[in-house]
């Protein structure tokens, strides 16, 4: 069982950054993958970007590569989500997510825990 807590989101103007927090409890932290998803108002819950529970293989959404960066700190059970470059259609809530399984998906529908979200706002 795990509980997951996102932190970090805030009001940006485009072209900044912001770095995404998921506070996770747990003792078997390193046996999930961890994932990031996003919903915008009006529109489907997106995939933004995994990491597998040792932390050697990364995913990214095409939208989001090359400007987005997940990590994890072991030590802290705690995932990251680095955004730089944003842009207004990044604007969503940003949900931390936990697979009971090495790897991670790209479906909502294979994870098994999730926060509540926070929410990001990317002004022109």
């Known amino acids: 069982q795990v509980q997951l807590v996102e932190s970090g989101g805030g009001l940006v103007q485009a072209g900044g950054s912001l770095r995404l927090s998921c506070a996770a409890s747990?003792?078997?932290?390193?046996?999930?993958?961890m994932g990031w998803f996003r919903q915008a108002p009006g529109k489907e819950r997106e995939f933004v970007s995994a990491?597998?529970?040792?932390?050697?293989?990364?995913f990214y959404a095409e939208s989001v590569k090359g400007r987005f960066t997940i990590s994890r700190d072991y030590a802290k059970n705690t995932v990251y989500l680095q955004m730089n470059s944003l842009k207004p259609d990044d604007t969503a809530v940003y949900y931390c997510?936990?697979?009971?399984?090495?790897?991670?998906?790209?479906?909502?529908?294979?994870?098994?825990?999730w926060g509540l979200g926070t929410q990001v706002t990317v002004s022109s």
């Open positions: 990491i597998s529970g040792r932390g050697g293989s990364t």
């Open positions: 997510a936990a697979r009971n399984h090495l790897i991670g998906g790209w479906y909502e529908g294979e994870y098994d825990y």
């Open positions: 747990g003792r078997t932290f390193s046996a999930y993958a």
